[in-house]
């Protein structure tokens, strides 16, 4: 029975290419010359940690982040701006989390937009992804084509479509 399966991850590799290719254009503008500012990405818990002196240059870092994911093709979706929290002196500290797995809540909407559809495929939440079955492979090519038309809050990629 042909099957493919839903699933929100982002590529490791290319994501710490893009963070690097951030900080080395960080490093090396003329704004933030005389600045403390620090990116740190924890590859463990993937949060991304920013310190910098004022709202203007954390919008600065923000916008290269989000620039440098655009053009490894990384969807920056995927990204959960966190709050701005004053961390020592005159810094301001804030976490970037990078969204993988699809949440419970997330899930359960694809799945009933897939049973909404009309269409002779079923849809099942495994773990952090959904998996979707059916007899005919241009059902299931139907249900990638209506989950592009959707916005989810969330990037979605479509792997292992088997025959």
Known sequence: MPSFDIVSKVDGQTFDNAMNNAKKEILNRYDFSASKSTIDHDKKT??????????????????TIISKMIKQ???AASLDFGKEQYASGNMIRKEITIKEGLDKEIAKKIVAKIKSSGLKVQGSIMDDQVRVQGKNIDDLQA???LCRQEDFGQPLQFINMRN
């Open 46 to 63: 993937n949060v991304i940690t920013i310190v910098t002196e004022d709202d203007m240059k954390l919008k600065a870092i923000q916008d």
């Open 143 to 145: 249900v990638i084509a």
């Open 73 to 75: 093709n990384l969807d």
